[in-house]
């Protein structure tokens, strides 16, 4: 499924000159004067300016479409990595405020709609542009749907990705048996009869037949899915499978995934513990904590990534983490406007836990620019102990977007750095910006300073995509004002009707009430 402006003047080599580069091991983190050789979509050979160029490049022999990129006044980083978000949120960015997760979800069911597969491209194209020119050229995409699954969505969903050249995994978020609503229920709670609890189980006949049934239904309709787009777009475009929540599946569901996905080598990517409402009812229906849970039914893996996982706390439940090789996903701005709480970071990154960064939906974060994102989650930790040396370099958080972000998407090794032989996946940054002057330590600049304004070119799997801020691949004009005028059709532009504004009612009493039983201990 070729894209033919995607093909289209793509050469077979990218040389980078005069350019100065992100370097851990250099002064500063600054190597300065390098050329960056891009081969297909390979960095194949970065050198000292004076000792690679395009003069030196057709004496060893190279021929084929040579494209020269002047990098003086640029400075390379590897593109960042989003490794959470939920590109249907687009249409309800800033649209609430003060509202904690579970009362919060059961409006976003109440007034999203349902979406046409027009909606699931325009959403999506909406993150790749606002991503791409902010220096995010790659995002995993928990795709969610008000309503049963359609193939329709999902392939609209890849489409867009594939037209706008960014690197994307996206993973459609399915559940089967919500638990949250079973202890809703014996706490004397109806959630059912909402939005919410009728997306998430309470239309459901209460026979294990029926939802073995929608499971295998979903799971075969993902399988072909993936057969068809995994790997596509000379593997820029990857497939992953999205349970929902660790509250929200049976173990049967997460096996199953698991199993499919490691038949594509592909991912698993499942909400974790992000509120304390979400751990008290999984203590309360199993009897355990998550993590162990994950473990004791051997889906706790090195392909399954953990968004949030705030309420990982106990140290056994952390040294599972580091054993297995998951990864979780920090999303400090939604868990700070949610008042969800703090990932343990300082925890996990001192047992070598491999954690990555996302931007979390645009309902809940509110935007998908990922420098915001890297520099809340070297700051906020700050308050959570009063040693300076526990608190998170600027070097931490920077990889947490890139190298972190690669481990989440399976590709460790591969993705994160400017390394030669690794995917050619660049970021130029306009070193006469306001932000990057005066010009000192690489890590502190980019992730205390630097807001994505500064973004010049972005390559991507070796592809200008955006070249002098303008996105190539995608008529941003047009696309951004379909998206307004459909945007004025969904129930949340409404006044709540009375329905909505009760059965977010009846979930506050229940968040009060768990979280009530939680502060007793």
Known sequence: MPNAMEKQHQPAHLL???????????????????TIWIAGNRIRR????????????LQSGVRGNIEVINGRGLFAIPGLVSAHTHSPENYMRGATERMPLEPWLVWLYGTCGEYTARDHYLCAAMSAIEMLLSGVTASLDHLWHGGPWQREYLDATMQAYRDAGIRAAVAPMFDDHDYVLDVADALGHDLRGS???????GYRPDRDDYRRAVLHENLAMFDAWMRDWHGSEEGRLQTFLGPAAGQLVTEECLQASLALARKYGAGVHMHCVETRVQDYCIRQVRGKRLVPWLAEIEVLAPELSLPHSVWVRDPADLDLLAEHGAVPVHNPAANLKLGSGLMPLRAMLDRRITVALGVDGACSSDNQNLFDAIKLAALIHNVGDHDPKTWITAREAFEMATLGGAAALLLRGQLGA?????????????LNTPVLAPYNDAYGMLVHCETGQSVRHVIVNGRVVVRDRQLLTLDVADLVAEFNERVQRLPFRQPLDPKTQDDIARCWRFWWDVMARVMQG
Do not use: F
């Open 195 to 201: 939005v919410y609890g009728q997306s998430h189980g």
């Open 418 to 430: 400017l390394r030669e032989g690794w995917l050619a996946d660049v970021v130029l940054l306009d």
């Open 16 to 34: 980078i000159e005069h350019v100065d580069l992100l370097d851990a091991d250099a002064p500063r983190g600054i190597a300065t004067d390098r």
């Open 46 to 57: 970065i050198a000292p300016a004076h000792a690679l160029n395009l003069g030196a490049l």
